[in-house]
């Protein structure tokens, strides 16, 4: 195990002061950006803006160097061209700062003198004890204290607070790439690990891993630098928490792709995989599901298997979803004879795994009514672990009410539950959606992903079963 | 061959006339809201609601039955309970009416009873010629005369013009349940088969093959029952136009699924799946590929090879992307030492494929020009076939501007691009979707459904190509 990630990553995500050192001309400087990000996701921390050259911006004062700060800094960001950025680092780790985030590009992913520069950065850690983010990293957000380290506008002001925490190498998967708030994932923190001049993924296992707010981790990486490190920290991790890991270059190509792209070995992909399973790491294959898989972690409990129910306003969308879950994994439940004579009540046309709602629902008096029944009967049955459902979504479709409806029918259901929600409007779809995923009722844009979400839960399952089994052998010889 | 799918196939897309058999009643009768969409989607033929209980909806005259109305009838919309289904279709074959789309559910899906009653049907079809559309349908829609034989409330009102045809054996994958107005979608016609009494996937083929607004097909299809003639159909039709096939039931809990929901045989998954390859069909494997993998046809000219180039405003999109292609079946094209040459002049760090555009874009004086410039320099490459493109929209972005310099970059250039559009806002990611999309640049909302709607079109052009060499052998000997 490395030495104790300690104070200063800690305080890398819960600064109660922050110095930062950039351009704070207004609208188009980065300094500028960051500040007014930190003001409309409201930190409540002190912000020093340091930079010579201004006196004040956004009511705050500007010193002119971290040095005449009065009192204690915990943590800098850093947005300066790069020659400068080392010697105020320097000055950082001198006034006691305990980490900084490196916002500068142009280090070791862009040339020689870049490499140079970074390497001067892991000599002043090495030296000062200073933990450094970056460079090349937008850094790091704390849902529930208001820090964001990102100088690009955003374009919201809210994340949904919750327990899943993010962590990239890339970018893209930041919060000034993605549109957190609309698509509502409740999150604890998000990190980019940029160049990992000094932190790595394997420190963001520890701190996670620690970290009581945090629940589920979803890991984007481009390499792993410190393998068998890696997989001790993922162990240690995965048997308190779930790990989803995205890690693409996966093909010969994409590896020599992602070796430009980072200057990093991407790696033979069948060691990773290895490596991965070892971990106990849940891999997934897609952007989407680095994202959407972690809520149902998040919003649902464990499963105790693999049989799943499905509940479909469509028939045609009930045998999708079939062929979808039998490839993710799971394996299609056979209803009870208590679950079948209850279907059989309401619709002899009912009693059977996909249940095709259609037919029943559009004739019928009460819909909601026969929603809610069908739904209980069927998650209440023993013989099912999970569930994915299928609502459409009419233009005049009550959406609380119909939110309200599947509050209720999943009432005392500890299952994992998929929905994916289908209609005419994409606002009326990513309104439904917001109303269930605030419910804890996860939803999905897609079939693929919602079942590979609920396979993925029940694997982790699995294995935690398996650990278990394997800890009790070992205690027992 | 079928005999010649004639006038009265080609009625059900172009009546001049039509009866409507259903209930009037405001705001809840299905004849009402069948009347409304006509109404709504601007339907330019006469339009006769029949009903004995009604004498005027929606400023029409009700007409007690069909024998009182004046002059020729084409089609009929029939949504009356299933009992008065038979005579109703009696008397519009007496009244010479060429086709009848039967909206009306419980036939064979349901009970022996339909089963009895869908016999009959058919029986009626084979004494007087009328053809028959359904029953368990919601009909079809043509884009060009406003015709939509939905009874269901839609949510929009306007379907975007162009050469799609979608058909389908599911209710979900029809307008009602669609959000085809937000995605813009270039639709020709839209057909569900529903219980395929008469008209089957083979007249549809025979048809959209003859149509000439139609420039490619898109079939859902849970079972093809005449196999042989379905074949020949489809290969005749690819030789002309390209067909992509959703079949799905691939797995065997998915075949038992379709087989009770249609009361159909799903059949074994590698006997479709020959006899689709046999026909040159396009086969594809989700929902968002039936829907999004057509308008790169529609959009796009014909690739000449496999050959893909990459740019991506983020490296780490650009990875993952690599990986899609490879997986989807194309190749990371070698750029050309003139593309490399252009690339360097403007910054040695876009010279590979893919190019990350990230750190030369964020610090330059005029992104998007340089944006041009590579677009540009990329896509005349002659060693490259096809293209994916990532695009950051921030929320500044001024998309119309955005949109412009795409169109520009795109002048002249006779390649198949896919583009994935990312950032933080659901709406604005749509916006920029829809002008793109407007100017034939065909927009996707993950990077694998992108790639893999690239290497279809990859691997029709390959498919026209042996077609082609294979015929002038035949010639020859």
Redesign the interface.
């Known amino acids: 195990m490395r030495s104790d990630i300690g104070d200063n990553v800690r305080t890398l995500f819960s600064p109660d002061s922050i110095a930062v050192f950039g351009s704070f001309k207004e609208l188009v400087g980065l300094g500028w950006g960051l500040l007014k990000n930190l003001n409309d996701f409201g930190f409540k921390g002190r912000v020093y803006p340091v930079n010579p050259s201004y006196a004040e911006v956004m009511g705050l004062k500007v010193h002119p160097g971290i040095e005449e700060i009065q009192g204690q800094v915990d943590l800098a960001v850093i947005i300066t061209p790069p020659p400068a950025v080392t010697s105020v680092v320097r000055q950082c780790a001198a006034k006691g700062v305990k980490a900084a985030v490196i916002v500068t590009?142009?280090f070791a992913?862009?040339d020689q003198e870049g490499a140079r520069l970074q390497r001067e950065l892991v000599e002043i850690r090495d030296r000062t004890g200073i933990r450094i983010l970056g460079p090349n990293t937008v850094g790091v957000i704390n849902a529930r204290n208001g820090l964001i380290t990102i100088p690009?506008?955003?374009?919201?002001d809210h994340i949904r607070q919750g327990g899943i925490a993010y962590c990239?190498?890339?970018?893209?998967?930041a919060?000034?790439?993605?549109?957190?708030?609309?698509?509502g994932y409740p999150i604890s923190k998000m990190c980019d690990l940029g160049n990992k001049c000094d932190l790595d993924e394997v420190d963001m296992l520890e701190y996670f891993l620690a970290d009581r707010e945090t629940t589920v981790l979803s890991m984007?990486l481009?390499d792993v630098r410190h393998g068998r490190e890696f997989v001790d920290a993922a162990r240690r991790f995965t048997a308190a928490k779930p790990l989803i890991v995205f890690k693409?270059?996966?093909?010969?190509?994409?590896a020599?792709?992602?070796a430009?792209?980072?200057a990093s070995l991407a790696g033979n992909d069948r060691i990773y995989d290895e490596a991965l399973k070892q971990a106990g790491a849940l891999r997934v294959d897609?952007?989407?599901e680095f994202w959407d898989v972690p809520k149902m972690f998040e919003m649902r409990p464990l499963s105790r298997g693999n049989r799943i129910g499905i509940v479909s306003h469509?028939?045609?969308?009930?045998?999708?979803a079939?062929?979808a879950?039998?490839?993710a994994g799971l394996e299609?439940a056979e209803f009870s004879p208590e679950t079948i004579s209850k279907l059989k009540d309401i619709s002899p046309?009912l009693a059977?795994n996909?249940v095709?709602l259609?037919?029943v629902l559009?004739p019928a008096a009460d819909p909601f009514q026969i929603q809610e029944q069908v739904l209980r009967a069927v998650l209440s049955d023993p013989n099912l672990d999970c569930a994915f459902i299928v609502i459409?979504v009419?233009?005049?479709a009550p959406i609380q009410l119909v939110a309200e409806v599947f509050e209720r029918a999943m009432k005392d259901i500890s299952k994992p539950v998929a929905i994916w929600v289908?209609?005419?409007?994409?606002?009326?779809?990513?309104e439904m959606s917001r109303e269930l995923d605030s419910r804890c009722l996860p939803t999905y844009?897609?079939?693929?992903t919602a079942l590979k979400a609920l396979a993925t839960q029940a694997r982790y399952s699995r294995y935690m079963g398996q650990r278990a089994v394997s800890g009790l052998k070992r205690e027992k010889t």
């Not at 990239?168 to 998967?173: F, K, P």
């Not at 469509?314 to 999708?320: F, R």
């Open positions: 590009e142009n992913e862009a690009y506008l955003i374009g919201y990239s190498q890339s970018g893209i998967a919060a000034q790439c993605q549109p957190l708030q609309d698509r984007h481009e693409p270059a996966r093909t010969e190509a994409g020599r792709a992602s430009s792209h980072t897609t952007w989407q469509s028939g045609g969308a009930g045998v999708v079939v062929d879950a039998v490839r299609i046309r059977r996909p095709d259609g037919p559009s459409y009419g233009v005049l289908y209609g005419t409007r994409l606002s009326l779809l990513a844009t897609d079939t693929e």
